[in-house]
């Protein structure tokens, strides 16, 4: 399952997918909880009874403030999260 | 030679009329800046308010209409000054009239009522990079306003209020029309008007930090725009960007119009 | 501007976002006969539903507007269908509850996400080839991909912005002063359908709205803008996760054909029709949800 957690407003897309088919058997023992320097990831038990990473819903819907300090306005070339996540089931929509 | 700076805002029209003062011997040129002029155009299409507000713009300076060499255009609707010679972003005309009026400035933030932005400026007034939120009411100050009326509160008196409240509330609403009813539910569960306040100016303060702190902050720090006049915004804004000193221009709302009017002086 | 809203506000002003409220359940059915009873309850921001299954078959069900808070609104909306029947909370082996008060709901045995309830509702009012469900509820919407069995593969919600959402209908409603449920039809009586309103953002497209209007705009051109733009703007966020064929839609913005028909015209698939209330959706999912747990209980005791 593709997970989007976030949102789209007039300014943007701001989604972070989390690919649950990676993410299940985790590859990267979990090294998206520690890798964001807020803590936004956190590891749940979901509907189907799989258990992998989500973003916490505190930060669904402020992202593109909250990711904003990993994103410099002149260019960024990797997140820490998208790189700590080596199965690469997490993504930035922007 | 005087110029004129057009700043078609989404809500009202600002114009600065620019005349240079030549003194002899001195390396750089001076300005003398004409009583600046503001309309709010109502129910006027674009283009006549644009023209309606430079004529009233030249006859309250005291100038005369075709002595104005050139004139440049800036803001939201400044494709709809037709007589203006050239148009220029918002960032630029934002940095050049901050840095003209504090040249150690690096750090422009501009809030108005429809948009709230981070400008990184050089020392030439030049903006080399930005990061805002347009399009979206949350990070501007149409939040603070729609919320100020929820609180049936004016826009100074809601500044007031937030000052007085040493609270910290957080919103949990990110959207205009969703905060409404946040605001709604605090006033129904007898929060104080400061508090709710507080918790609103605190809200638009952090997400225009998150943009300042996309281009960096450093110092001079500036705040351009119409929510200048807030004075718990001003105070929120200080707090969020953790700077010891946040210079505030004498009439806030001009500063994109006089960056205007000094862009088309510059040119030759 | 301010003297528009000052007129909105006024007390006597009717309430133009208010759905009609309903129950309803299959006279076909004797719930006396079945061997496990479910229940779904799905508390939404703006309207609750409860819904029943009878040996996994849709049986009853009640619909209507969330009060203060979410255990009453649970607590009605399931009363509501249960008195309709002659049934009582004690003849209902399972409760599952769902939507935005689903920890909230009291006599729930278990809580699941409305993507997961909406899908399964979905896969069982439309059939098993539904993939993409559009789910616009009262202040949030949601696209949802899902597979043959109902299983949600691929989901987006967004509660964060007002736009694309039933509040950001009411504003238009209340603005126009024209009744949510004529909007559609409203929208469709125009001489030529305009382009959309440029804003995103409910807050200035209801500036533009009276620009428009100011400008000589007739209030249903206006509508039909405004439906246009809320249109876009679910697709825009219905192709992050790919639109395939069957296509569903459900909650509240569904009786907006004004809406609805033009997201169909945009991504040239048309909507699967219904015989049910389709607000009724999670509700459902949750109390199929509920059989399944239930049906697994007993094979395991058995």
């Known amino acids: 399952m593709i997970a989007n957690y976030g949102y789209k407003d007039g300014s943007g897309d701001y989604y972070i997918s989390i690919d649950t088919d990676k993410c299940i058997e985790c590859g990267a023992n979990r090294a998206c909880l520690t890798a964001c320097p807020k803590g936004m990831f956190e590891i749940m038990t979901d509907d189907y009874d799989d258990e992998v990473a989500w973003i916490k819903a505190q930060f669904r819907k402020s992202l593109k403030y909250d990711c904003a300090d990993c994103k410099p306005a002149a260019g960024y070339s990797s997140l820490p999260c998208t790189t700590a996540c080596t199965p690469g089931a997490v993504k930035h929509s922007w | ?268 | 501007m301010s003297a528009v809203m000052q007129q909105t506000t006024a007390p006597e002003k009717p309430e133009y976002w208010r759905w009609q409220e309903n129950t309803w359940v299959d006279e076909t059915m004797n719930w006396r006969d079945a061997k496990i009873v479910t229940c779904g309850i799905d508390v939404g921001s703006v309207s609750s539903q409860a819904v029943l299954v009878c040996d996994g078959k849709l049986y009853g069900y009640n619909s209507m507007r969330t009060g203060s808070n979410s255990p009453d609104s649970a607590r009605n909306a399931l009363q509501g269908v249960m008195d309709k029947c002659g049934m009582k909370l004690e003849d209902i082996h399972y409760v599952v509850g769902t939507g935005y008060g689903r920890v909230n709901v009291p006599f729930s045995h278990k809580a699941i996400t409305e993507i997961a309830c909406h899908a399964r509702g979905a896969n069982y009012m439309g059939g098993n080839k539904v993939r993409t469900i559009l789910d616009m509820g009262g202040q949030d919407c949601k696209a949802i991909h899902c597979d043959e069995k109902g299983k949600v593969t691929n989901f987006l919600m967004n509660d964060k912005c007002a736009a694309g959402t039933g509040r950001g209908m009411e504003v238009i409603s209340d603005l126009m002063q024209i009744p949510i449920a004529e909007l559609g039809a409203r929208s469709f009586d125009v001489d030529e359908e305009p382009p959309a309103v440029s804003s995103v953002c409910v807050v200035f497209a209801k500036s533009e709205a009276l620009g428009l209007l100011k400008a000589g705009w007739t209030k249903n051109k206006v509508v039909a803008s405004y439906c246009q733009a809320m249109a876009e703007r679910v697709v825009s966020l219905m192709e992050r996760i790919g639109v395939e064929k069957e296509f569903f839609i459900t909650g509240g913005i569904a009786k907006n054909p004004g809406v609805v028909k033009r997201i169909e015209k945009i991504i040239g698939i048309e909507a699967l029709k219904t015989e049910y209330d389709s607000q009724i959706a999670g509700a459902l999912g949750a109390a199929l949800f509920g059989y399944t747990l239930v049906q697994k209980g007993q094979a395991k005791q058995g």
Do not use: W
């Open chain 2, 1 to 268: 030679m005087i110029t004129a700076g057009i700043d078609m805002g989404s809500r009202s029209i600002k114009i600065v009329l620019l005349e240079d003062i030549k003194v002899e011997g001195a390396p750089q040129i001076k300005y003398d800046m004409k009583k600046p002029y503001l309309m709010m155009p109502g129910d006027l299409d674009m283009d006549k308010a644009a023209e309606i507000a430079f004529d009233s713009a030249c006859k309250e300076a005291g100038v005369d209409k075709g002595s104005v060499k050139r004139v440049y255009a800036t803001g939201a609707g400044r494709k709809q000054v037709t007589f203006a010679a050239d148009s220029v972003t918002e960032m630029t005309a934002g940095a050049k009239g901050a840095v003209y009026m504090f040249p150690n400035v690096k750090t422009v933030v501009d809030v108005g009522a429809e948009e709230g932005r981070g400008i990184k400026a050089d020392s030439t007034g030049k903006a080399t990079d930005f990061a805002g939120n347009e399009k979206c009411a949350a990070g501007a100050g149409s939040f603070a306003e729609a919320m100020s009326r929820a609180l049936q509160l004016s826009l100074k008196e809601f500044g007031e209020y937030s000052l007085r409240s040493d609270k910290t509330i957080p919103m949990n609403a990110q959207c205009t029309v969703f905060a409404e009813s946040e605001v709604v539910s605090l006033i129904h569960s007898s929060t104080p008007k400061e508090d709710i306040a507080k918790a609103v100016l605190d809200a638009v303060a952090s997400r225009v930090c998150a943009m300042v702190r996309r281009v960096g902050i450093e110092k001079d720090v500036v705040l351009i725009g119409g929510m200048v006049h807030n004075v718990g915004f001003v105070s929120s804004l200080k707090k969020a960007l953790d700077v010891e000193e946040l210079l505030l221009p004498e009439h806030p709302e001009y500063v994109a119009a006089l960056g205007c009017a000094l862009l088309a002086a510059e040119t030759h």
